[in-house]
């Protein structure tokens, strides 16, 4: 049996508690699997000779689990065509191994075009800083410190250390004196704010990106937020006149991602978009009243600010962007 055949054949619903149960962790993750599921229930298959292994692994300082094999960091398409190759020794139901699939496949993010598990360049001028100074800090302690500061990138100077100069680096870092533990300190704490107001700065950039209805002045109190959760959710409804419908499907069947109790946030953007190419109909208003409010009602002490955007590259489908703040 190919994984499309295993998924396919089984409905999103039945495969929700096996999630719940084996990987608890992703209570909060439920609506980027439904919309993995979807994905992968309608996207074509590449015919190969490869091979989903299912087997259990006993290690010796853990409890023993089932593995799936050969999936994780593949592409979609290709995984979706291996046949499933399950040891005689492990006995679970189709809806739970299609559970154990979809988080190996999404192991690396929730869409084929997912990069969010790797890290990413500096998008702002708060994050540049940050790398820099991140940078400098390492290039103290590096032995070709004179060629680590030609790299702006800190994963690149890593990776140009060989082993000895890693030992160096290790047993300078190991012997700083007070001042110099002082000073990095310092510059961690300014490393991480910068990082914090990088990633504000990003926020505002994605929501004025999508929607005019907003000035950049009444988003600047996100600056001095303490908590800032954000989400986008896509609808896979494969059918314009069902793409906000999925949309409110998914929050109220499957929640939306908070860090605290959704009574704590004081304010809440929520953004509409579709592609410009097909925007938002007027039968369409009353469903996305329907799913502002329903967010609304979360926080029901919080200010919702919404509008209507538009994102390239949507096609007919519309993305959900949120962002919850206290």
Known sequence: MRLRELLCACDFDDIVPHIL?????????????????????????????GTISVEWVNCTDEEPYIQIGNSEGDLWESNLGKHLEIADNVHVSHVELAARCLWSITFYGYSPNDCGYWGHAPRNRYEEQAALLEHRQFANYARSANKCRKVLSESIAHDALTIEEWRVYARRERHRNHPKRMQDHRQNLRIKQLTRMGKVEYDIDRILRRTQQFTR???NYLFDTKLITPATYHSRAYDRSRRLPNLLETLTRYGGVTEVDPITYTRV?????TDPEAPIEAHEIGCAAEIVKHIGGQSPAAEVLWAFGTEEGLGDEAELLVEWSY
Request: glycine share 0%.
């Open 217 to 219: 002045a009444e988003l």
């Open 21 to 49: 149960r084996v990987y608890p962790e992703h209570a909060s993750q439920i609506p980027w699997y439904r919309e993995a599921y979807d994905i992968l229930c309608h996207m074509k298959y590449k015919e190969n000779d």
């Open 269 to 273: 953007v929520v953004i509409i978009s």
